[in-house]
């Protein structure tokens, strides 16, 4: 246990918060660039009319 005065139990209680928001909108960003590359593969097979996800799942066609 960290023993502070009490001043410092409101700017760790600030920075905590701030390391929260950070973690969380870095996370969120994580999702909606994950959901972008989904739908870029998506789009590329159907417009290449190949199945683009087989190759990456079971390697290069021999």
Do not use: C, F, Q
């Amino acid at each position: 246990m960290l023993v502070t005065d009490g001043d410092s139990d409101s700017e760790a209680s600030s920075e905590s918060d701030v390391v929260k928001a950070v973690h969380e909108t870095a996370a969120n960003l994580m999702l909606i660039l994950a959901l972008i590359h989904v739908a870029g593969v998506a789009a590329e097979s159907y417009a290449l009319r190949r199945n683009l996800v087989r190759p990456m799942i079971k390697g290069p066609t021999r």
